[in-house]
């Protein structure tokens, strides 16, 4: 099993279109089972140009069938309906979303959600969390309502944007590892560097870091995870976004 997230950037990306083809043909070659993505973005036109739709409909014109579901969570840039979104090349079975910010309003940027799919009897969420030390919105209040409404008795697979870097002590990595989640990463019997931003991006202007592992595939069991791979970072295939990717195999039973 192929697992991918990606902080897509979708649509604001300088030279969208061409990032969007180079996306679209490495899809259709490594292949992933679930790709799990974030900042997906959708035009307020009559047309309602969808990020994520046009990835599906593109790769199903190669002959490659994923089901998707896109859920609009926020106003993004004052311009696009932002979402995150979950492609599965297995029908998915059930599906779940819920706020784990306290702000519900559609204008304000730091509304949140997260998607769950079930898929092949595990749940597989997309997720993009706020910032540990926000005064309005820390990461821990969002975490604790993202673990409350999930059964840990299931597989679980949690895949995003954490805005959380693996280095830093007794934040927010720390934290979700303290929770009965397990990181790939750490699982994974080959891996890379792991790291998923390369330069300062929106909400990291402060760092001094210029290279952050913030995105992560994380498991409520010790999965056999055989490789961990950053993907879409000008090594492993091009830059696409302002995030790297993240693709992780994984032998299940």
């Avoid at 192929?2 to 649509?11: A, D, V, W, Y």
């Avoid at 303290?178 to 300062?200: E, N, R």
């Avoid at 909400?203 to 592992?213: F, L, Q, Y």
């Avoid at 056999?224 to 990717?245: A, C, K, P, Q, R």
């Amino acid at each position: 099993m192929k697992l991918l997230t990606i902080n897509t950037h979708s649509i604001v990306e300088r030279n969208y279109k061409n990032k969007l083809n180079i996306f679209v043909d490495t899809i259709a070659k490594i292949k992933p089972d679930i790709i799990a993505m974030q900042e997906v973005n959708q035009v307020k036109l009559v047309s309602k140009y969808n990020h994520a739709k046009e990835v599906v409909t593109r790769l199903e014109k190669l002959g490659i069938k994923y089901y998707y579901k896109w859920l609009p969570i926020k106003l993004g840039y004052g311009m696009f309906d932002e979402g995150i979104a979950i492609l599965s090349i297995w029908p998915i079975e059930e599906i779940t979303d819920y706020f784990i910010s306290d702000v519900k309003d559609y204008g304000n940027w730091k509304t949140r959600k997260v998607l769950g799919v079930k898929v092949k009897d595990m749940w597989f969420y997309s997720v993009h969390m706020g910032w540990w030390n926000d005064n309005d919105e820390p990461f821990i209040n969002q975490w604790n309502k993202l673990i409350d409404n999930i059964d840990m008795n299931n597989k679980i697979w949690l895949l995003g944007d954490f805005n959380s870097e693996a280095g830093v002590i007794g934040e927010g990595y720390d934290l979700v590892c303290s929770s009965g989640f397990y990181d790939s990463y750490k699982l994974a019997k080959h891996k890379d560097d792991g790291i998923t931003v390369g330069k300062k991006i929106d909400g990291w202007k402060h760092s001094d870091v210029e290279g952050m592992r913030i995105d992560y595939i994380f498991s409520n069991y010790k999965a056999n995870v055989l490789s961990s791979t950053v993907v879409f970072n000008g090594e492993n295939y091009d830059i696409v976004s302002d995030h790297y990717g993240v693709l992780i195999e994984v032998m299940e039973d």
